[in-house]
């Protein structure tokens, strides 16, 4: 086969510079395998999907018999076990006012259908104004039109697109008093046009690894509870156990009215995602009246081979330790990464659940050098903006995990001296 990527477009990369990618033949674990005849091991579980490894063997079975049965069929007046079951499940790994699963094929698109759940709750309500949405800095929602309106259009990589879409409006995390206060203000001066708030809990991941303690989560609730204003949670990259917890949302008091889930709800192995409801925003599209019903239907939503790949995650989930998996991981990166708060030109070590990210002064120019060294050590770690991080999958040995610390020590101390020379 050819290397020749003439009629491919890649994603976020200048083609006219890109180093030729390197070529994956297989997956398997916690490794990439090489056409080149080398191995990687994936330390940000292929953008954060595969916390099983890749291709788990109970996965692909499931998959494998899915596909001989019936590999896709219209959602559109037909239903199948695989999403019933899918369904089912999940609400049952969630606080019980959560009742109605909406799927979709990809994070971003969960987002979209949130946002408009939203909108057109209050609209059933008869409320048709309220249409606008707070979101957060350094927030990451996805890079469809409607997603990328509530991200930071500074801090993350929709600059470009500034003046395209809605404008929605931005706040500061309710960090201190005066934050708290500004945000208070934000929703009263707003709150007959805003429809909601959206965040991601815990951890702002693709903005720049931004953690915060539940307890901002808390303040966010106990402030928006005094306005007529709804919560989403995006835990498209925090849920299924990334932050030490199923959902970041059980390490904090509250109950959003929306929650998106994506990227590792199949394990890392094919897309889908889903936005969940509360009982309280599906109700108010109960109706006589046909102009009520939700009106969003991809076409290949609840794909079954994609909801069989997800019920399968969900065994695993429940047949083994992810979860004390990730807690030992976190336990790991503390220890390992906090050395690299002696090396200059590091600002700020920061660990939440399986995710570990060091964050650097000025690494612009000095991102392609950090990609190229970390394949030389054989771990594939992706740096972005000002950060080095990794998020690697919940199964991995305790040498390899170490490897990734070794490799990102030792690759930043070189990184300093050869900048400070
Ligand atoms: C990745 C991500 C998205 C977008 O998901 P896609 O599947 O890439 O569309 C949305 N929100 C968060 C928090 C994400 O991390």
Redo the contacts with the bound molecule.
């Keep these: 086969m050819s290397n020749n990527i003439r009629n491919l477009w890649l994603p976020y990369s200048q083609m006219k510079t890109i180093p030729t990618p390197l070529k994956a033949v297989k997956t398997l674990g916690t490794k990439i395998y090489l056409e080149n005849g080398s191995t990687l091991i994936d330390g940000i579980s292929s953008?954060?999907t595969a916390c099983h490894g890749h291709n788990h063997p109970h996965i692909k079975n499931s998959i494998k018999k899915q596909v001989d049965k019936m590999s896709h069929v219209m959602f559109g007046g037909l239903i199948h076990d695989q999403a019933i079951e899918l369904s089912s499940r999940i609400i049952k790994t969630l606080p019980q006012e959560f009742y109605k699963v909406f799927f979709s094929d990809?994070?971003?698109?969960?987002?979209e259908v949130a946002l408009k759940m939203a909108v057109q709750y209050w609209k059933n309500r008869g409320e048709e104004n309220k249409t606008k949405f707070i979101y957060f800095k350094h927030a990451?929602?996805?890079?469809?039109s409607g997603?990328m309106a509530v991200s930071d259009p500074d801090e993350g990589m929709h600059s470009i697109f500034k003046n395209y879409f809605t404008k929605h409006i931005q706040s500061d995390l309710p960090k201190c008093k005066r934050t708290e206060i500004d945000f208070m203000n934000l929703l009263r001066k707003n709150e007959h046009s805003i429809a909601g708030i959206i965040i991601?809990p815990l951890l702002q991941?693709?903005g720049g690894m931004k953690t915060h303690s539940p307890k901002i989560i808390n303040s966010i609730e106990n402030i928006r509870k005094k306005f007529k204003v709804l919560l989403i949670f995006?835990e498209?990259?925090?849920g299924f156990g990334r932050t030490g917890t199923m959902y970041a949302l059980n390490q904090t008091n509250t109950i959003p009215d929306i929650i998106?889930l994506?990227?590792a709800i199949t394990g890392g192995s094919i897309?889908l995602?889903a936005t969940i409801a509360t009982k309280k925003i599906y109700n108010s599209f109960l109706s006589y009246d046909e102009n009520f019903a939700l009106m969003h239907g991809p076409t290949y939503m609840a794909n079954p081979v994609a909801c069989a790949a997800a019920n399968a995650s969900l065994d695993l989930f429940e047949k083994e330790n992810r979860i004390e998996q990730v807690i030992e991981i976190q336990n790991r990166l503390e220890k390992g990464l906090h050395e690299c708060l002696n090396i200059n030109g590091v600002r700020d070590v920061r660990v939440i659940g399986a995710m570990g990210a060091v964050q650097l002064n000025n690494i612009e120019n000095d991102i392609k050098w950090l990609k190229k060294k970390f394949i030389s050590k054989g771990v594939w770690l992706r740096p972005y903006g000002d950060i080095v991080y990794t998020m690697p999958p919940f199964v991995i040995s305790n040498k390899e995990l170490n490897k990734i610390i070794v490799s990102i020590t030792d690759i930043l101390h070189e990184w300093s001296i050869k900048k400070n020379n």
């Design positions: 953008w954060w990809s994070g971003s698109i969960a987002v990451y929602h996805g890079d469809s997603a991601e991941a693709a995006d498209i990259a925090t998106c994506g990227k897309s995602a």
